[in-house]
């Protein structure tokens, strides 16, 4: 089985300041690590994953995340905020073999103060 | 870029009624997804669907609901009798061969009010 935890549900950065959100995962079975976006009234985007290659991934819009073994973690970073990065972020776990299905964290939503 | 695509993008209907959400999954893809997301909450994983036959469900799958590819392009879910706490957004995703790394291609949603 396998589950995450995203630690805040809300996020509230300045504009320009460092963009910090928190998922942890458990999992019996290597995992693929994914984080998802989802702005207002819209679907889901892929902003990066980690398919047990680079533990350091980089992803859209100048998101990256690290993989972290040890601690099992995959926070996401941003060095710098930008207004458009306000959004609701989903971290998900799925499984190397077997059936794949993304298991979803409860999410976090990001403010971006002006 | 393919894209998955659903229709209706919202949909209302009274209590009791039979509901069908469609799906364009993107097309040489294998396996296919619903989710939802009940308004402030995660998004749940519904069933899953490979080689025309469900390969997983989740408990909230329940007899009310079923999932079909009737004509190898489109993926629809049925909702047999919905009730108000079927009110949600319902994701259609989907993936191609495990070789491409487990992503999963979401479409924008349908929102599903009932009344």
């Known amino acids: 089985a396998q589950s995450v935890t995203q630690l805040g549900s809300h996020v509230s950065v300045s504009e320009g300041a460092l963009v910090l959100l928190r998922c942890n995962y458990s999992?019996?079975?290597?995992?693929?690590l994914f984080w998802y976006v989802q702005y207002p009234n819209q679907g889901l985007q892929l902003l990066l994953k980690y398919t047990s290659a680079a533990t350091l991934v980089k992803g859209i819009n100048g998101f990256e995340a690290e993989f972290k073994k040890s601690e099992t973690s995959f926070h996401l970073t941003k060095p710098s905020a930008h207004m458009r990065d306000a959004a609701e972020y989903f971290c998900?776990?799925?499984?190397?073999?077997?059936?794949?299905?993304?298991?979803f964290g409860t999410g976090t939503r990001l403010t971006i103060i002006p | 870029e393919p894209e998955v695509t659903q229709t209706p993008s919202h949909q209302v209907t009274q209590m009791g009624q039979e509901v069908i959400l469609r799906c364009v999954p993107i097309?040489?893809?294998?396996?296919f997804y619903w989710y939802r997301q009940i308004l402030g909450q995660k998004v749940e994983f519904l069933v899953s669907f490979y080689n025309n036959e469900i390969s997983e469900k989740s408990e909230i799958f329940d007899d009310q609901f079923s999932v079909e590819r009737p004509d190898g392009s489109n993926f629809t879910l049925k909702i047999r009798s919905t009730k108000l706490e079927d009110s949600a957004m319902y994701f259609c995703?989907?993936?191609?061969?495990?070789?491409?790394?487990?992503?999963?291609?979401f479409g924008e949603g349908s929102r599903l009010t009932v009344l």
């Open positions: 995703a989907s993936r191609g061969d495990r070789g491409q790394g487990g992503e999963l291609f």
């Open positions: 097309s040489n893809h294998l396996y």
């Open positions: 998900a776990v799925s499984a190397i073999f077997g059936n794949e299905k993304l298991t």
């Open positions: 999992s019996s079975v290597p995992p693929y």
